[in-house]
Structure formats: C-alpha cells, structure tokens
C-alpha cells in the first residue's frame, strides 16, 4: 500500500463491481485510471490525502453506484466535479474539512443520487440551492458542522426527501421557520434537530409537512414552543 496516485490503465483488465482503495496516501487519479471498467459499482478512496478531486475528468465511472470519500482533506466541494457519476446513488464524504460548496458542486448529472453523507466538516452556511439538482434525494446528513443560519432556499426542489439530519450544529434560527420553506418537503419522515441551539418553536417551523413522524429536537436550547407548533403535523410518533 501506499500510492500516491493512480496511474492510466492500472486497473484495464480487471472485471470487477467494488474497488477498495482506502488508507492508502493517495493524492491524485489520472483521466483513465478506470478504462474499461465499466461493470464498477462500488469504490472506496476512504482515508486518503486528496485535497481537490474532479470526476469529471476520470473515465468510465458512468455506472458507480456508491463512492466513499469519507477522511481525506477535501476543504472544497468545486462546481461539477462530480459530473460524469450518472448512476451515482450513496456519496459519502464525512470527516474531511469542506467549509465551501461551491454553486452546482451536485450537477444535473447526479439525479439519481439518494443519499448524501457530509457529517464532520466545517460547513458553517447552508446556502440556496446547493442541493436542487439532487430531485431523487432522499437521505441528507450534515451532522456535526459548525451551521448557524439555513438559507430559505436550501433544500429547494428535494421533494424526494425523507430524512434530514442537522445534528450537533450552531443553528440558532432557521429561516425555514420564519418563511415556511419545510412546505416544499411535502415527504419529509424524520428530521433531527437535536443539539443545536435553537431557542423556540412556532407554528411556521415545520409548515405543513402532514407526513413527518420522527422528530428530534433534544438537547437545544428550546423554552418556548406556540401552542400551533405541531398544528398541521398529525403523524408524528416520536
């Protein structure tokens, strides 16, 4: 073990659907590193050294379904870098430093991704539309970041969403709640809230979203909640 790099054609004649290259030094994937792998469903370059990554730029990857990414030093998600990873439905890039995602880093070409893993990082803002194009998403987990404000527009167009996980930021106040934008989460099931720093719950915090029925909202710092909180949410079951 330990490569720095990929080189061209280092895998050409190898027919297989799972690639584990992790807790190698890996810095670098040349363009045809992959040629001819068109069977690949699942690669791992979990714990690694890379700092910037652009899969658009490598070959054959069109039939990935899983990527694991998770404890290298990523600090910034780069417009399309992900283009190309059309079948691509579990990303994981937890416990890296990414504390920037830039304006559609998650293209058009990623649709059919359904869940996404950015837990651990240094995320401060959830910004518009950083993940819109993502319209088959179904699991989003940035737990343990460091988020104080989420954009109105965050979560905009994710109408596939089921399961939103914001633990163990500094969100004080969602704008969501103040301008209703969970109406747009229409299959929301389960949202955590739990160990942020938000102080109360109105009537506008989880808008209409009748199908919510996991709800955690422990250790915050919560000391009112309107009696219409919960008016509109009639299946909840924690």
């Not at 527009?153 to 934008?181: D, H, M, P, V």
Request: proline share 1%; glycine share 2%; hydrophobic share 40%.
């Amino acid at each position: 073990k330990n490569y720095s790099k990929i080189s061209n054609f280092s895998f050409e004649f190898l027919n297989i659907q799972e690639l584990d290259l992790s807790y190698n030094n890996l810095e670098s994937i040349e363009p045809y590193s992959f040629s001819n792998m068109i069977n690949l469903k699942n690669l791992s370059l979990e714990s690694n050294s890379f700092i910037n990554i652009s899969f658009d730029k490598i070959i054959n990857l069109n039939n990935l379904k899983t990527l694991n990414l998770d404890l290298n030093e990523i600090y910034i998600l780069k417009s399309r870098m992900f283009n190309g990873l059309i079948n691509l439905e579990i990303l994981y890039l937890n416990l890296n430093s990414i504390e920037e995602i830039e304006q559609d880093a998650f293209s058009k070409d990623m649709i059919e991704l359904k869940q996404l893993y950015l837990n651990e990082n240094l995320i401060q803002y959830c910004k518009p539309f950083y993940f819109n194009s993502l319209i088959h998403l179904e699991l989003i987990s940035l737990n343990q970041n460091l988020i104080e404000v989420i954009s109105i527009e965050c979560f905009a167009n994710l109408t596939s969403l089921k399961r939103l996980w914001l633990e163990g930021n500094q969100i004080k106040i969602f704008q969501l709640i103040r301008y209703n934008s969970f109406d747009i989460l229409n299959n929301l099931e389960n949202i955590s809230l739990n160990d942020n720093d938000i102080t109360y719950l109105n009537n506008q915090t989880f808008g209409n979203i009748s199908s919510l029925k996991i709800l955690i909202v422990s250790q915050t710092k919560i000391d009112q909640i309107d009696s219409s909180a919960f008016i509109s949410i009639n299946n909840l079951e924690i």
